[in-house]
């Protein structure tokens, strides 16, 4: 074989490589839960409304007689959606299934058999960062290193406890910035 045909075969073997490895990086992730439900990922959070792309960013799995699947990818967002079924149009009758991750074991365990440490808030509007174990001993110990910490059942969890804490300043459309408009600018201006 000579110099250009080696090339040009190299050339389409590495293109197909390429193509092989994008499609196989960008194939749809499944999340298998313990149940046996499958949700086909990305998915939005139905609290923030954040694309959930990834199989490790699901900290809980809310299953509902349905069949329906609402993933969250913050444990605080999941009981702001709990506890406000009016606010988000279900009826908690209807939940089938829940699950949460361990904070230990990375494993789905039932969130009623949980318990929870709740710090403080470190994303404006997404709530306090909230762990989730199985042992209350577990919990404890994971606390015990923050004087801000603090360590609820599942029962004890209140919407004041997951409510977002900083204000946010959210623009209505028509407040927007429009692109014919001049932005403002801070600092004073000379006469």
């Given amino acids: 074989m000579n110099k250009k045909v080696q090339r040009f075969v190299v050339t389409v073997m590495a293109m197909f490589l390429v193509a092989g490895a994008s499609s196989y990086l960008n194939a749809a992730q499944d999340v298998a839960l313990p ?3 499958k949700v086909e990922l ?8 954040m694309k959930i792309e990834s199989d490790s960013a699901v900290l ?3 299953v509902f007689a349905d069949g329906k699947i609402v993933l969250f990818d913050n444990i ?6 709990l506890l406000s079924p009016q ?6 009758n209807n939940i089938k299934k829940s699950f949460v991750v361990d904070h230990e074991s990375k494993k789905f365990i039932d969130p009623k058999d949980s318990f929870y440490v709740i710090g403080p808030e470190t994303v404006p509007m997404m709530g306090p960062e909230m762990n989730a174990f199985s042992k209350k001993e577990e919990a404890e110990k994971f606390a015990s290193g923050a004087a801000d910490k603090k360590v609820l059942a599942f029962s004890e969890v209140s919407l004041q406890d997951v409510g977002p804490r900083k204000k946010v300043l959210r623009l209505k459309p028509s407040e927007s910035f429009k692109p014919d408009q ?8 000379s006469h």
Avoid: N, Q, W
């Avoid at 990305?42 to 409304?49: D, Q």
């Avoid at 605080?76 to 959606?81: A, G, I, V």
């Fill in 35 to 37: 149940d046996g439900s």
């Fill in 42 to 49: 990305p998915v939005i959070c139905p609290v923030c409304e």
């Fill in 60 to 62: 809980v799995a809310l």
């Fill in 76 to 81: 605080s967002e999941f009981f702001r959606y």
């Fill in 87 to 92: 606010t988000f149009g279900f009826d908690t």
């Fill in 182 to 189: 001049k932005p403002m600018t801070g600092g004073h201006t």
